[in-house]
């Protein structure tokens, strides 16, 4: 076992390396697809009852979807309307809710969710588009302000979302 040349060993791990095709490590299939473009996800969460509006989350959203797409595929990202994958939709629901009582019947835990609907559009394969509703949360005390961890529970929940999203419309499993 000492003795094996180098040369096998390098060309093994290429041939193993290279057997992986048209997947990536991250599961994530983009078939003969070499674009895509995300266009801006309006923020319509007022409309929802019970629900707030957040200042620049449609951008940070549009910008976290953007980078997850770039980050796990070798897509590259376009503006002008020609791209072979599209992502569109809009942000439905910011909502903080009280998740637990005290004894002294008060909240214990508050919930920050967020929801969003995305239209996917795959001009290689059409049979894949949809139209579908993603949602995430994240718990915080309810003695802390929103305002001290709202970039970590954007980011996590961004997160979730985003990879929720890419699951769907690229995980060809």
């Given at each position: 076992m000492k003795n094996i040349p180098i040369s096998i060993v390098i060309i093994f791990a290429a041939f193993?390396?290279?057997?992986?095709?048209?997947?990536n490590f991250t599961g994530g299939s983009v078939g003969t697809a070499t674009t895509f473009q995300v266009n801006y996800f309006q923020n319509y969460a007022t409309q929802s009852p019970g629900s707030t509006f957040e200042?620049?989350?449609?951008?940070?959203?549009?910008?976290a979807l953007q980078?997850?797409?770039l980050n796990q595929t070798s897509l590259d990202l376009v503006n002008n309307g020609n791209a072979d994958l599209l992502y569109e939709g809009e942000i439905t629901e910011y909502r903080i809710s009280p998740?637990?009582?005290t004894a002294q019947q008060t909240a214990a835990q508050n919930r920050l969710s967020i929801r969003v609907k995305v239209r996917f559009y795959n001009k290689t394969k059409e049979d894949v588009d949809f139209d579908q509703t993603f949602s995430f949360f994240?718990?915080?005390?309810a003695d802390t302000q929103l305002a001290s961890i709202k970039s970590e529970a954007h980011?996590?929940?961004?997160?979730?979302?985003?990879?929720?999203?890419?699951?769907?419309s690229l995980a060809d499993w």
């Amino acid at each position: 076992m000492k003795n094996i040349p180098i040369s096998i060993v390098i060309i093994f791990a290429a041939f193993c390396l290279n057997s992986c095709g048209a997947y990536n490590f991250t599961g994530g299939s983009v078939g003969t697809a070499t674009t895509f473009q995300v266009n801006y996800f309006q923020n319509y969460a007022t409309q929802s009852p019970g629900s707030t509006f957040e200042p620049g989350m449609d951008r940070d959203f549009t910008l976290a979807l953007q980078d997850r797409i770039l980050n796990q595929t070798s897509l590259d990202l376009v503006n002008n309307g020609n791209a072979d994958l599209l992502y569109e939709g809009e942000i439905t629901e910011y909502r903080i809710s009280p998740m637990s009582a005290t004894a002294q019947q008060t909240a214990a835990q508050n919930r920050l969710s967020i929801r969003v609907k995305v239209r996917f559009y795959n001009k290689t394969k059409e049979d894949v588009d949809f139209d579908q509703t993603f949602s995430f949360f994240f718990d915080y005390p309810a003695d802390t302000q929103l305002a001290s961890i709202k970039s970590e529970a954007h980011e996590v929940i961004f997160e979730r979302l985003t990879q929720d999203i890419f699951n769907a419309s690229l995980a060809d499993w």
